[in-house]
């Protein structure tokens, strides 16, 4: 079964809740959540280690072009950013989490750009989907602001809009092509430099 298939049916026979947890016959809370983070290689891959994600899907959102392709964004016309639909169990992991997790693994403090990648396609963002996920987002952000940890925060905070799936070749890649993925990561700099912010945070 594809996981596009997968995540239909659990959301389709479940509603807000249904199927089974990895953790032995609790019922899933199937929620998503949607985050930018730079390459959308990559940022799915971290997703995907989580606890308690079942699916990551790569894709585009925010812009104004509809149904973009890939060569669309990667020019910087369509006002998308590359993103990442993130389909988790609400009973093993809660938002707040996914949160936590998504900010220690890219630079909040560039503008349009994320590591060697750069451009607004490139953007870092957090898209709520609901009241609930905006008093979130907004609320890690202020907290990460007083921590003074960061010296300023250039990670967008909007309200979700279409979010187009990518390319079929776009999804898994770093499963698909692990050696030319692997090689991309190291050579953009990303995990040095989320080091550098976070140090083992």
Known sequence: MSRMLLIAT???????????????????????????GGCFWCI?????K??????VESGYTAGRTPKPTY????????????????SY???????GQLLDYFWRHI???????????VGSQYRSGIYWQNEVERKAAEGSRDALLASGKLPRIETEIAAASVFYLAEEYHQDYYRKNSVRYSYYRLSCGRDARVRQIWGND
């Open 44 to 48: 799915e891959a971290d997703f995907e």
């Open 107 to 117: 630079d909040p403090t560039v503008r349009n750009r994320q590591f060697c990648d």
């Open 10 to 36: 659990l959301l389709l026979v479940a509603g807000p809740v249904g199927g089974a947890d990895a953790t032995g016959g609790q019922p899933a809370d199937v929620r998503t959540a949607i985050f930018a």
């Open 89 to 95: 169990d609400a009973r093993q992991l809660s938002y």
């Open 71 to 86: 060569e669309q964004v990667s020019s910087g016309n369509t006002g998308h950013t590359e993103a990442v639909r993130v």
């Open 50 to 55: 989580l606890p308690g994600v079942i699916a």
